[in-house]
């Protein structure tokens, strides 16, 4: 990642906010069970999360943490929006973006994103990233174009990893609800084997989300 380089947005004077949604629950640490139905894939043999299973909820939340932890070391305020254990509904979650989105005003609406972190399934061969806008053409599509560009670059520094050529466009509930502009990323594959090897690599997750970062800060300073 030495080839790019960032803009360093202006920090506490021109404050930016990041909400960072993951999906899905964690794991309940009393029943010792991942909260969630489904949203797994198991891949024998593999190192895992737990005996060769991946949890999409324990993975986002993974992924979560790095982005926030890159987006406070770059300047941008990070602010989860799930909880670590317990599942809640889109809209819950799309409530508590509008009561700081409301309370913070209009002026720093304007230098706030949302990006809700997913890992996809499908038939267990398809693979690769796939960046979710609305049906809408809005600052969500400029988003999407500026954190492409460095989800891009990833495919030079892993081998195994892809992403879709195309941005995709589907009013899933919480970014269709958003009124600053969001984005969801589906970060690759947990039934592809080589995808889910991927997103349990911690060079993988923390590259992928400083991507997310850069982009985020490309589209700031647009
Ligand atoms: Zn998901």
Redesign the pocket.
């Known amino acids: 990642m030495t080839t790019i380089q960032p803009l360093l947005p202006n920090k506490l004077d021109n404050p930016a906010i990041v909400y960072i949604v993951a999906?899905?629950g964690g794991f309940d640490p009393i029943q010792k069970e991942y909260v969630t139905n489904g949203?797994r894939a198991t891949h024998k043999g593999a190192e895992m999360h737990q005996n060769g299973t991946y949890y999409?909820?324990w993975g986002?939340r993974i992924a979560a943490d790095y982005l926030a932890a890159i987006c406070r070391e770059w300047g941008l305020i990070p602010i989860r929006i799930h909880q670590e254990i317990q599942d809640t509904t889109p809209d819950t979650r799309s409530n508590e973006i509008d009561k700081y989105v409301r309370k913070f005003g209009s002026a720093l609406a304007k230098r706030s994103v949302l990006i809700e972190l997913?890992?996809?399934?499908a038939n267990g061969t398809a693979k690769g990233a796939r960046i979710y806008t609305t049906t809408n053409n809005d600052n969500s599509d400029i988003l999407e174009s500026h954190i492409r560009k460095y989800i891009k670059q990833l495919e030079k520094q892993f081998e195994t990893f892809v992403l879709g050529e195309y941005k995709q466009e589907k009013n899933y509930t919480l970014i269709a609800q958003s009124s600053i502009p969001a984005v969801l990323i589906?970060r690759a594959f947990h039934d592809n084997q080589q995808d889910a090897e991927l997103l349990v690599c911690p060079k993988f997750n923390q590259a992928q989300m400083f991507a997310v970062v850069l982009g985020i800060i490309g589209f700031l300073n647009k």
Do not use: V
């Open positions: 999906g899905h949203k999409e909820g986002n997913h890992s996809n399934a589906e």
